[in-house]
């Protein structure tokens, strides 16, 4: 489908040149095209003779010998690329009719104008100077990724020194083949369903200006105190129900509940402050046991300002491995990090704690010494009738495969160590493989001699059954993020408070990432403070309008509470779809781009729902100033841009948030997608953008999800 000139009538005279310029480098791709598959026609003897991906690797070197002397560098370093995947990847010989391409770069060279199509296949045809290099390869893409139109560049190339001018750079849309979008720097245009081309605002395909500071960071505001400049001193800023849980008694056990942003974070560690200042408490016998790393940092930053600085603080994970080799008094065995997802919600499940709980009832203390205690846990772990009755429990949040999952993962667990079986070869060497890595490192036999941080807090609960823990109790303990603490670490904290339990408990039921949570009045009992105060806090400080409407949304089929109450109206939630999930990247990694030019101040992310994602778009963003890639939970607190997943931006908050994946194939309809969902989108304290490439979520598809209607800014709070 061309364009005439009854087409272009809505755009202006510069707008109607930039449709043509694209409609006929459109046309010569697809000439291009067809004489390519001609020649591939005329070669079907030697297709049939070698697989596909032999056939490729010969496409791109007979285009290499035929290219230019400036074309050849770009297209032997893609060859050399394409032949380290070949034993990983297949690619498509030719670019697709339907998407021969995803963006257009225009530069200049040596006085020489060149047009580049970003794609996903290569296709190259000097004489009519057509060029489709595949965007995640190509050196040249960094020059689309790097630089804004008008910029120069200077680039290193293989073989060659890029120096050059940017003098188009569009990202362009195909609908079923035709071309149906074009997005530059100063304008989107988009091709209507009658076929004529109109002009859309781009503010609204950009980050909304004015978000920096939204979101506290320690060292900038007080948390959940936007614009304090004394964070410790915070009672004129709480609102009533924060106060009151703030100052309630010490001895009074306090379960603080609430919306993302609601100031549950706030409420826990500002009544720790104040419970040891008013009854003098030391700090060594007070602790905050936090799941995620970054949440853990966070906490200690925040609790510097408020004089208790020395507070233990704790990953939920490094608390159970410390305590374990104070109360088995030996060192554990090397932790297994990558247990099979199934195996891990199984070890948490509360259906696994009832199970054990009656298993274990009449051990004898002889059978609580640590070896002893870990082979009665793998005799349940590898007894199928046992783990079967285990996941029949709870048939809605537990697989039948984890039966079978954790039978393996323990045997190979139980296993000797490969170490030990070639402990007679004296030479170090003989025991490396050929690459140079330990010579278990990448088989089943890894996981010989390991533990899972799972099992852990499982076997100190045995011991706190059997009252085997006595250690110096804690005069306060703070659980925040507390409907991702599974029912063995909630019996064994139990045993470390100090009678009467003095404890504050903070969390949100619809963020909980675990099958673990099995709701509050379980928790508690669990934890023995069946009487707790509950407090819940019923406004947003942290999402705006906008943001916590569609949070609801998300989780409403799940809870039973209604939509809180955001404390501004802010920016409306920008929504954008694409056909390919490459497109979506560009797209986003170009806004990110702008917005740290434009708001230096400013914190964003890009929340990821894996982090295979995530390490993705980082490659896009990876020389953009202040652009950091955090799967460890290191967060330096810092104006700039995070890329990272949802597992550790739980706990967070940004001034833009940007969810690249909102997705049928990330975010499906169950129940753990719609909390993780919930989690990512919550972190946004000025604006929040949803982006999808493919099929996009049910999750969010009431919502006009589309690749030319993205929100106006709406309303800011200058208050």
Known sequence: MGVSRSDLRALSKAESALVLDEEELLARVREALTRARARELSRDALQRARAHELETLRELRQQAAQASEDDAPTLMHELALRQRLFEREQHATLPRDALPYLAHLRVTEGGKTKDYCLGQQSLLDSDAGVRVVDWRVAPIAQVFYR???????????????????????????????????????????????DGNW???????????????????????????????????????????????????????????????????????????????????????????????????????????????????????????????????????????????????????????????????????????????????????????DFLRAVVNAAPHELRQSAVEETVRHCMLQLADPIKAELDSIVDPERKRALDGRDIAA??????????????????????????????????????????????????????????????????DESQRTHSSFAGWPAAQAVLGVQDARVCRLAVSYRCPEPVAELAHRVIAPLSEHAAPRAARSGVLVGHFHFPEPDQAELFVANALRELLEREPAASAAIIAQEPERATRLFE????????????????????????????????????????????????????????????????AAHQLWLVSGGQRSALVASEPLTATSASRPGHRDHS
Request: hydrophobic letters at 45%; a negative charge.
């Open 147 to 193: 630089y804004a139109e008008g910029d120069e560049y200077e680039e290193e190339f293989p073989g060659r020194l890029a120096e050059g001018r940017v003098d188009a750079r569009r990202i362009v849309v195909f609908t079923a083949g035709v071309l149906s979008q074009i997005i530059t720097s100063s304008v989107s245009l988009r091709r209507g369903d």
């Open 198 to 384: 109109v002009a859309e605002s781009r503010e609204g395909l950009a980050l909304t200006s004015g978000g920096a500071g939204h979101a506290a960071r320690p060292g900038a505001l007080g948390i959940g105190l936007r614009g304090s400049a004394e964070p410790a001193d915070i009672t004129a800023f709480l609102d009533r129900t924060q106060y009151e849980a703030v100052v309630a008694a010490a001895h009074e056990p306090l379960l603080v509940l609430g919306s993302a942003g609601s100031g549950k974070t706030t409420v826990a560690l500002h009544r720790l402050a104040h419970i040891v200042a008013r009854e003098g408490l030391a700090l060594e016998r007070v602790s905050v046991v936090v799941p995620e790393e970054g949440l853990s940092r966070l906490t200690r930053r925040l609790l510097e300002p408020l004089g208790v600085a020395k507070a233990q603080v704790e990953r939920l994970d490094v608390w159970a491995l410390r305590l374990a080799e104070r109360v088995f008094a030996e060192r554990m065995p090397p932790l297994c990090e990558d247990a099979p997802g199934v195996v891990s919600s199984l070890k948490r499940h509360p259906a696994l704690y009832r199970a054990l709980e009656q298993r274990f009832a009449h051990l004898k203390p002889t059978a609580l010494r640590f070896k002893r205690l870990r082979w009665q846990l793998a005799e349940a772990f590898t007894d199928r």
């Open 442 to 507: 990448g088989t089943p036999q890894e996981l010989a001699g390991s533990i899972d941080p799972e099992d852990l807090p499982i076997l100190l609960c045995v011991c706190a059954w059997h009252g085997k823990i006595s250690l110096s109790p804690l005069s306060h303990l703070v659980l925040d993020e507390a409907e991702d603490f599974s029912f063995f670490e909630l019996r064994v904290l139990r045993d470390l408070l100090a009678e009467p339990r003095s404890v504050t408990l903070a969390g």
């Open 620 to 683: 896009l963003l990876r020389d953009a100033p202040r652009a950091r890639l955090v799967l460890d939970g290191e967060f330096s607190f810092e104006a700039g841009l995070d890329v990272t997943d949802v597992d550790n931006a739980k706990g967070l908050e940004f001034d833009y948030v940007i969810v690249p994946d909102a997705d049928a194939a990330s975010y499906p309809d169950t129940p753990e997608a719609r909390h993780r969902l919930h989690v990512a989108i919550t972190r």
